[in-house]
């Protein structure tokens, strides 16, 4: 179940599978084998009858630093773009899973690590954590995820945050709608295990129906604002602002 050794974990505790992400040397940034494990992780424990919640998480040092820039930044623009449609794609997978998400974070979530957190269904997160969006100061658009942004903060906050003008502490994000419940630093995992606990015990078809209700609103659209915002991507990854980054990790 785990795509590569060593880049997806998963553990079954009492019907709640635990989802971690293992490239902690990257502060667990995607790449193409995060991206392919997580989502066959999940595709696989939808159709767990033994499995009634997912928590996902990260390995320390964090929960996820966004889309690895060492990686993408060696691939051509078509190929970003795909990896990108991919992440985009797994973002999507979580509104349209019968098994309830939730997410668990410790001391950031950057980027792509933002926008994955945002696609859960329930965002659990120590006060401390830090959450922000650094895509435009990189040169580009948010390519994915908007949506679920702005379906937890509206079309001006989401704005806001993609121009990345402040970086938010988990409280501030709870504040205005991305985290749904902050606990003590260090707590995020034992605090999204006893929801998760708490929805695993409730009725499946009842669970199942209330997502599936609910993701025909929060998921309308998704795909083709993905698909715009990816598109822009690439037409900023053309310019020079961009380009400067991406050279950066290149070397």
């Known amino acids: ?9 998963v553990e079954i505790r009492d019907g709640v599978a635990v989802v971690t992400l293992l490239r902690a040397a990257r502060r667990n940034a995607m790449d193409q084998a995060l991206i392919d494990g997580v ?4 595709l696989q424990l939808d159709r767990d009858p033994d499995v009634g919640a997912i928590v996902l998480t990260g390995e320390a ?3 996820c630093a966004g889309s690895d820039l060492k990686f993408i930044s060696h691939l ?9 449609q991919e992440c985009g794609d797994l973002g999507r997978l979580f509104g349209f899973l019968d098994t309830p998400v939730v997410a668990a974070v410790e001391t950031f979530a950057v980027g792509g ?17 830090q959450w922000s969006l650094p895509e435009v100061p990189h040169g580009w658009l948010t390519p994915w995820g908007v949506k679920a942004l702005v379906s937890r903060v509206g079309p001006v906050k989401a704005r ?3 121009f990345c003008l402040e970086t938010l502490d988990g409280e501030a994000a709870r504040q205005i709608g991305v985290v749904d419940q902050c606990c003590d630093d260090g707590m995020a995992l034992e605090t999204a295990l006893g929801i998760a606990r708490k929805i695993a015990a409730l009725p499946r078809p009842a669970v199942s129906a209330t997502k599936r209700f609910f993701s025909s ?11 715009e915002t990816n598109r822009l991507f690439l037409d900023n990854c053309r310019e020079p602002a961009a380009q400067q980054t991406l ?3 290149r070397r």
């Open 61 to 63: 040092p964090g929960f």
């Open 76 to 84: 051509d623009l078509a190929a970003m773009g795909r990896f990108e």
């Open 113 to 129: 690590g933002f926008a994955l957190a945002a696609c859960c269904d329930v965002v659990v997160a120590g006060r401390g954590s």
């Open 39 to 42: 989502k066959a992780a999940l």
């Open 1 to 9: 179940m785990n795509g590569e050794p060593n880049v997806v974990g």
């Open 160 to 162: 806001q945050l993609c």
């Open 247 to 249: 050279a950066k990790y």
């Open 217 to 227: 609103y929060l998921m309308a659209d998704a795909e083709a604002m993905d698909f």
